[in-house]
């Protein structure tokens, strides 16, 4: 293995995400090479610091409306009917503007009826 192989594998060896194969060899640069040590052990200590770093607590759902505008999630969607035909409503929160679709369920397939 050379210097380079081992600087992409020393990150996931430090995660412990290295299959044995690929953990043995590294190990054994490593035997010999005093300048991939010393980045092994900075990526050791920042695996350590990471892992126990906490993500703050959010209330629960407290993502959702965050998740909704980066991606144009639905944040409401209201069905209407039996489960052979129907009405659905649904809002979408985008990085634009809210999107609303409007699809009538009949047999089970969407039948788009409006959007905004």
């Known amino acids: 293995m050379t210097c380079d192989e081992a600087r992409t594998h020393i990150p996931f060896y430090a ?9 043995n060899a590294l190990v054994a640069h490593m035997a010999g090479c ?7 052990v900075e990526a050791l200590k920042l695996a350590h610091v990471l892992r126990r770093a906490r ?6 759902g407290a993502w959702l409306p965050v998740a909704a ?12 009917g039996p489960a052979l035909g129907g009405v659905q409503i649904e809002v979408q929160a985008s ?16 039948i788009p009826i409006m959007g905004i």
């Open 95 to 110: 990085p634009g503007r809210p999107r609303i679709t409007g699809n009538l369920a009949v047999l089970g397939q969407k």
């Open 55 to 60: 993500a703050p607590r959010l209330p629960p």
């Open 15 to 23: 995660a412990q995400t290295l299959s044995e194969d690929e953990g």
């Open 34 to 40: 005093p300048p991939c040590q010393a980045e092994l």
């Open 69 to 80: 505008r980066t991606v144009g999630l639905p944040v409401l969607a209201l069905n209407v």
